[in-house]
């Protein structure tokens, strides 16, 4: 199959081969900066800002401090920001992102980090803000691709969900290294200083990074739930003293830039399973993210406090339980909490069952439960289903066709669209409004989202004081560098993604997913003969296959369809055409009658045998 491999052109060639960086994306527009007034929801131009000055003591003037986002400015996956200052490299989360209908039988996307490989000697750690994949998930990769062991520093449980998927990689000489919130770590001539962030995962932190250059604010994936599940409040206090500081740079989360509201607190969802579960006559399946530890406290709660039983199922939901727990960051008791394999034959109205699928995933619990075929949990008329989701951009079908077949079968199902089944772990624009004012930045980037959301987020910085100019939207790989002279845009480094296509890494290209796509829209068809070249003749019949194409087990078709082949090939034989020739020629004798009755194009396979 035909290959193009557009590598980036920088790339030094690495002794680990395994990884093979091909650059899909588009090509980069020019850098755009905020300063189109016009696009503010305020008029703030009277507006005097009131950004503070950092302190220039500690600076060194010759100092530059560079900041390149390799992943997440393009969608909501694959977050990954470099940190070089000196001789000192930091990076900043390793995420994924899962591929939608454009990469078809696509694994993973991981986000090009050539740049990363380039400057090994230089990375003197890798910070992970929190344990979801769009921020853990590149991490076995790019640890198989470092050749020297570099330390990573997350909290707790964060790297308690990295160690799970370190061992399934079979990656076991990872130095990892626990941090706590408040805590201040050395990674070169670069600091990062930890503080708590609420999200929808457990431990999750955003890191204070000072350097001899500039101070940069990364905020993480956040929201400013005021009643926290676990009590943890993304630190305001910590805000402040750094906004007193000087932020020089502030990167922070998007996602929910364009939502206008406060995102409400988790704890309005326990309230309705609460609801739900208490009226609830037989059996209730949850249906929810594996690494939503929060959520899962909430239905074990709502469960515990109604009188049943809680039983995990699939397979991500089952190790996190176990990881949560042993770990101290999901509370229940080993009476409350049972094997799906003992359900048989317990009242159905005396458990409630928490699993995955909340996607729709075909391969998911829910989707087997709701198929009738899950080896120990069935559902029937009066059950209760909810899921405590939202479906992921892409995914909006495959959830409705998994509801349809749970109501078909007479379930009742709540959604978010029914009760509050569910709310964001980010923070909506007022919130974000409301962390800009603490900390006050001197320079704003956007990150963690789509174009939208990024515009969205720069407008709402704007708002808040932050000077338009001093407000850069980029482009994944393009830089900005700091220094205590100020803030300008920097060289843009080799960006791109990257496809793990199960074994493969990196070695499917655009062409491979294009030809997967004409497979699956327009279907194949072959050719196979042999010929004897010396005598310009065809010496066997000729074979014509089709598959995915309408009236392709049609006799009187593939008889039509051979018959044209085969005449086209002893026209191009006689007149002693070359081999590439007489196999162009098969091709087309094959497309113009299948155009002529089917009006099908499939992809053509012409295997022409020389004797
Ligand atoms: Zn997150
Ligand atoms: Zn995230």
């Known amino acids: 199959m035909a290959q193009e491999k557009t590598e980036s052109k920088n790339q030094k060639k690495r002794n680990n081969e395994t990884v093979k960086h091909v650059q899909l994306e588009r090509k980069r527009p020019k850098l755009s900066k905020v ?3 016009k696009q503010s929801n305020n008029n703030n131009s ?3 800002p009131r950004r503070r000055k950092p302190a220039q003591e500690k600076r060194d003037p010759k100092a530059v401090l ?3 986002p390799l992943g997440g400015l393009d969608a909501i996956g694959k977050n990954m920001t470099v940190f070089e200052c000196k001789n000192d490299m930091v990076l900043d989360d390793a995420g994924l992102m899962f591929p939608d209908d454009d990469h078809p039988g696509i694994d993973l996307i991981l986000p090009d980090y050539t740049y990363v490989l380039e400057n090994a000697d230089k990375l003197r750690g890798i910070i992970i803000t929190h344990g979801h994949e769009d921020h853990t998930g590149a991490l076995p990769y790019l640890l198989k691709d470092l050749d020297r062991q570099v330390p990573i520093y997350a909290t707790k449980l964060t790297l308690g969900l990295i160690e799970g998927k370190l061992k399934e990689h079979k990656i076991k000489n990872a130095k990892l290294c626990e941090v706590k919130p408040g805590q201040v770590i050395d990674l070169g001539c670069i600091k990062a200083e930890f503080f708590s962030v609420n999200h929808s995962i457990p431990d999750a932190v955003g890191v204070f990074y000072r350097s001899p250059a500039g ?3 990364h905020m993480g994936d956040f929201k400013l739930d005021q009643s926290p599940i676990d009590g943890i409040q993304t630190d305001f206090a910590a805000l402040a003293r750094f906004s007193k500081e000087g932020v020089d ?9 364009t939502n206008p509201n406060f995102t409400p607190s988790e704890a309005e969802v326990g309230k309705a399973l609460d609801t739900i579960i208490s009226g609830a006559k037989g059996r209730v399946i ?3 993210f594996a690494s939503h530890i929060h959520r899962m406290q909430q239905i074990c709660d709502a469960a515990v406090k109604n009188g049943r039983k809680v039983a995990v199922t699939g397979r991500s939901m089952v190790q996190n339980t176990d990881i949560a727990r042993r770990l101290g960051y999901l509370n229940i008791s080993d009476n409350d909490i049972i094997d799906a394999y003992d359900l048989k034959g317990m009242p159905p109205d005396s458990y409630v069952v928490m699993c995955t699928g909340s996607q729709g995933e075909p391969l998911s619990a829910l989707a087997r439960i709701a198929g009738g075929n899950h080896k120990t949990i069935s559902i029937e008329e009066g059950d209760t289903v909810i899921i405590s989701a939202t479906p992921v951009p892409g995914n909006e079908k495959a959830v409705t066709r998994v509801v349809n077949s749970l109501a078909k079968i007479g379930a009742d199902v709540y959604d978010k669209s029914r009760a509050r089944v569910h709310v964001s772990g980010h923070a909506g624009a007022e919130e974000l409004k409301l962390v800009l004012s603490i900390v006050r930045p001197q320079a704003f980037l956007p990150v963690h989202g789509e174009a939208t959301h990024l515009r969205a987020h720069a407008n709402l910085a704007k708002d808040t004081g932050v000077e338009a100019e001093n407000i850069y939207i980029l482009e994944n790989g393009e830089s900005i560098e700091l220094s205590p002279q100020g803030i300008k845009i920097g060289e843009a480094v080799p960006s791109g993604i990257v496809l793990v296509d199960g074994l493969s890494v990196g070695d499917t290209s655009e062409a491979v997913l294009h030809e997967r796509s004409s497979l699956g829209a327009q279907g194949v068809a072959s050719i196979a003969c042999a010929i004897d070249r010396s005598k310009h003749e065809l010496i066997s019949p000729v074979v014509v296959e089709m598959h995915g194409i309408p009236g392709g087990d049609d006799h009187e078709l593939v008889k039509a369809v051979q018959n044209a082949v085969s005449s086209a090939i002893k ?6 055409e070359s081999w590439k020739e007489t196999k162009k020629v098969a091709r087309s004798a094959l497309l113009s009658v299948l155009w002529e009755r089917t009006n099908q194009r499939p992809l053509v396979i012409v295997n022409i045998l020389e004797l």
């Not at 740079?249 to 830039?257: F, G, I, K, Y």
């Open 286 to 288: 949850v249906a929810s």
């Open 249 to 257: 740079l502030m990167l922070s989360d998007s996602t929910n830039a």
């Open 215 to 217: 101070n940069v604010l």
């Open 46 to 48: 009277k507006k005097k």
């Open 66 to 68: 560079r900041i390149i």
């Open 35 to 37: 300063n189109d007034s």
């Open 571 to 576: 026209r191009s034989l006689s007149k002693q």
